[in-house]
Each structure stands twice: as structure tokens, then as C-alpha cells.
């Protein structure tokens, strides 16, 4: 595909984009923005959280990583799946009893600022790494098979990239958000499954015949239990997607934001078991995918594209859409689905940090009326402006697959927020509020330390995921060294 169709079709996409930004922000108020009035219709929200989850992560990255992995990271996507009923039933009645506009604002209720200011840090800086893995993706792939051929900068990439979401969210916020993830959601599905009909068709075999076939079984290995020293084994993998989730979405303002828009509890908790199982369904699919790209590669000699000289999988996807013989209908799919997962994810994300630092940093709702709408919208502009730099760091620090990148981060920035929390719903005690920063420092220091440690060095051990857990353990032992005499009724 050339590059200027390439760049017509993302320009009719966010022309749709726009025009449901401007239906659903024409009342252009903070309640709107952080919570959408309250009125989100919850299988609407269920059916937009699936692309938001999956995002240009998993688009790209899991397919381009079943040539190492093969089918194994379905053990962490079932541990995704009872995540995400502990969030319905669990934290989700918390939320919607205190009525938070913050999810953070329960720590400052339970236990005093520096814990409520130590749980926005750990989301803030989260959820900017989070984003900016996911804009890092999409970007290098306009940028290699659009931007370079006409010499443009990497830099001038990301600014469009994120120019574009601050557009279309600046005045419906998470209104906006809503119903925009709803149809990056369709788009994204729709691309897979598009995709598996068409390479299939090219290799003459019918859906029936690539699940049967020889070569998938190369692939398709799915539960590790050989060694528990493996760092992919199924119960260290199964335990780590369960803590991820239950951090990643029930502890993170920017899933939980979504929830925090529906019309009451019943209909959050349905929202989010329907959007849970959806979401294994879909990444089943994914990974399929992953299987038949890695099959057809071997078979058309399609050699796994080069970035910066080394061999990068996740760009096998896009070089088989775009530059390969499979004709223009796969390359408006992939395009479609890759715009859609990409920004289904990253726009949610920068209203998130927008809400995050008005509420708990800026105290907006401590500030007149007749400035808080201002202080919204230049704080949209900061947080934008924040990932544009971020983004552009990591290309020249990432190294590793994006998917498993994005892992390994969540398992040391949301340990303290697992720590916190647990400890709040989990006990009845009160904490010395004024040292809880000097135990995530520690903890967090403490696991980093772990998880660099040489497998040979441990045994053979390789550390995985089940670093999260470990960290929020330790988080909670030492939040337990500071409890106080003193308890809280319940």
C-alpha cells in the first residue's frame, strides 16, 4: 500500500472520530468530562473496555510473539479472567459507595494524603509508561511504512499521533471516550477476524483446516509446566495475569473511570463480566493470528522486518498486511484495526491522567468554579505534552517485546497501589500515614533488584509476572510494621 492511501484512510478515521466528539461534547462540562454524567448505558462501556484492554499492545505485539511463546500466554489471560471478577465484586461496590470521582480519593479517606498522593503516583506514572508503550507501537509502525519514505522525523510522528487524540477528547472526555472505544472496538475485531479469513483463503485452506493442520501444532503449545523454574510456567503465569488485572484495571483510574460512568453497581458489575469474557474470546483470536502470520511468513519466505538492524516480530504483522501480495482489502483491515486499537487505549488513557491530576494533585474541585474548566483543559494539554516526550524516550531505550515490556513495568509501579489497597479493605487497622511513601520506595527498589537478578544465580529460576504479587505483599508487610493500636469501624 502507498503511503498516501495509508495516510487517506487514517485521515477518514479520525473524521468519524471527531464527529462523535463533537455530538457527545457540546455540553463541554467537567462532569461530563470525568464522568460522562453518569449515564453510560453498561453494555456499551463492556463492549469499549475490550479494545481499550487489548490496545496496539496486543494488535501487534502478542501476534509477533508466538514465535517465542507460542500459545502460552493464554495461561495469563486466564488469570485475567478471575482478575476481573474480583474487581466486579470486590472493589467495584467500594467505588461506587464512596462515590469517587478518583479511585484514589478511597486512600485519602482510609488512611491520610500521603497515602492518597503515594496511590496517584503509582497510577500516574503507571498508566504514562502504559500509554506511551502503546503509542510507542503504533508509532514505529507509521513510521516505517509511511513517515520514512518521505523523510519525516520519528519526533514529528508521536506530536501528530498525540496531537490527533487531544483533539477529539479535549471537550467530551470520558463522554467522548465511551462511545469512540465502542467503535475502535468493532474495528478491531472485525480486523481479526478479517485477516484470519484472508491469509487463510491465500494459503487455500478453509478456518477448519488451519485449526487441524500440521504447522499450527508447532505452535500451539499452551500450558508450561515442565519446570517451575521456567519464568513462563502456568502458575506463575496464571497468578501474575490475575494480580495484573486486578491492578492494571480494578486499581487503575483509567478502567476504572469507564465503570465509575455507569448508572449504578449492578449494571458496572455486568459490564464488567461480560466485557471479561469477551476479552479472552478476542485474545484467543489474536493469538491464531500470531500462529497463521508466523505459517504464512515460512511458507511465502517473508522474512521477520528489521528495526535498527535487529530482527523486531511485532512489525511482522504490518509487513505481511502492507507489503506483501495478500491484496488492498488486508491492508485496509490492518490499518483500521491498528488505528483502533492503538487509540482506543491511549485517548482513555489521557483523560484518565487529565482526571487523576486535577482531582488528586490539583484539588479541582477545592478551586472557584469559574476556574475549573480552565484548569481541566490545560492540564489536558500538559499530560499530552508528557507523553509526547515519553514515547520518544523509548525509542531509544525499548528493547524487548513490547507486550512482555509492558508486563514486566506494571510489576513494579502498581505493587504498591496492590499493597494499599489490601491492606485498607483487609484489615481494620490505621497506619502512620506520613512514612507510607518510604515503604513503595523501598518495596518497589527491593523488587527491581529482584527481578534483575541473573537466573543463573538464583538456580536457574527465572523470575516472571509473579513479581507483582510479591510486591504488594511486601508493600503490605511493611504498611503492617506502621499500623497504629488504633482501628476503623467499617
Not at 207 to 222: C, D, P, Q, V
Amino acid at each position: 500500500m502507498s503511503a498516501t492511501l495509508i495516510l487517506l484512510i487514517i485521515a477518514l478515521y479520525f473524521g468519524v472520530l471527531m464527529l462523535i466528539s463533537y455530538l457527545t461534547g457540546k455540553n463541554d462540562s467537567n462532569v461530563d468530562f470525568f464522568q460522562a454524567g453518569k449515564k453510560s448505558p453498561w453494555f456499551v462501556v463492556a463492549f469499549g473496555m475490550v479494545g481499550a484492554s487489548l490496545s496496539g499492545v496486543t494488535f501487534i505485539s502478542v501476534p509477533g510473539w508466538v514465535e517465542d511463546s507460542q500459545f502460552s500466554y493464554m495461561q495469563v489471560v486466564l488469570g485475567y479472567l478471575v482478575g476481573y471478577f474480583v474487581v466486579a465484586y470486590l472493589l467495584l461496590p467500594l467505588y461506587y459507595r464512596l462515590n469517587v470521582t478518583s479511585i484514589y480519593e478511597y486512600l485519602n479517606t482510609r488512611f491520610g494524603p500521603t497515602s492518597y498522593k503515594v496511590g496517584a503516583v503509582s497510577f500516574f506514572i503507571s498508566r504514562v509508561l502504559g500509554a506511551a508503550f502503546r503509542l510507542f507501537l503504533v508509532a514505529i509502525v507509521l513510521q516505517q511504512f509511511v513517515f520514512d519514505a518521505w523523510n519525516v522525523p520519528f519526533e514529528i510522528t508521536v506530536i501528530l499521533s498525540i496531537l490527533l487524540i487531544w483533539i477529539y477528547t479535549y471537550r467530551g472526555g470520558i463522554k467522548t471516550i465511551v462511545w469512540t472505544d465502542t467503535l475502535q472496538t468493532l474495528f478491531m475485531i472485525l480486523a481479526v477476524l478479517l485477516c484470519i479469513f484472508f491469509i487463510n483463503d491465500r494459503l487455500d485452506w478453509t478456518f477448519g483446516e488451519f485449526l487441524a493442520s500440521e504447522e499450527l501444532k508447532s505452535y500451539s503449545k499452551f500450558l508450561v509446566t515442565d519446570s517451575f523454574q521456567a519464568r513462563n510456567h502456568f502458575i506463575k503465569s496464571f497468578v501474575g495475569g490475575m494480580f495484573i488485572t486486578i491492578c492494571m484495571t480494578g486499581l487503575d483510574q483509567d478502567m476504572m473511570q469507564k465503570n465509575l460512568t455507569c448508572k449504578n453497581i449492578g449494571d458496572a458489575q455486568k459490564n464488567m463480566v461480560t466485557f471479561s469474557i469477551v476479552l479472552v474470546i478476542v485474545t484467543f483470536l489474536f493469538v491464531l493470528l500470531g500462529a497463521l502470520l508466523f505459517i504464512y511468513a515460512a511458507k511465502e519466505n517473508i522474512a521477520i522486518p528489521l528495526m535498527d538492524g535487529s530482527p523486531k516480530s511485532d512489525l511482522l504483522f504490518p509487513e505481511i498486511a502492507l507489503n506483501s501480495d495478500l491484496g488492498i482489502w488486508v491492508g485496509v483491515t490492518f490499518l483500521l484495526g491498528l488505528i483502533a486499537a492503538a487509540y482506543s487505549s491511549a485517548d482513555s488513557a489521557l483523560t484518565s491522567l487529565t482526571t487523576s491530576f486535577c482531582v488528586d494533585f490539583l484539588g479541582i474541585e477545592k478551586k472557584p468554579a469559574a476556574d475549573q474548566k480552565k484548569i481541566r483543559k490545560k492540564t489536558h494539554v500538559w499530560m499530552s505534552v508528557v507523553l509526547v516526550i515519553v514515547v520518544i524516550v523509548f525509542k531509544y531505550v525499548l528493547n524487548s517485546n513490547v507486550i512482555d515490556g509492558l508486563l514486566t513495568v506494571a510489576t513494579y509501579t502498581y505493587g504498591p497501589l496492590l499493597g494499599l489497597f489490601a491492606f485498607g479493605i483487609f484489615t481494620n487497622y490505621q497506619i502512620k500515614d506520613r512514612y507510607v511513601w518510604i515503604v513503595a520506595v523501598l518495596c518497589v527498589s527491593i523488587i527491581y533488584i529482584l527481578g534483575n537478578i541473573p537466573a543463573e544465580s538464583l538456580g536457574g529460576y527465572q523470575v516472571g509476572y509473579e513479581l507483582l504479587p510479591f510486591n504488594g505483599l511486601l508493600t503490605f508487610i511493611g504498611l503492617w510494621i506502621l499500623k497504629e493500636k488504633k482501628t476503623i469501624t467499617k
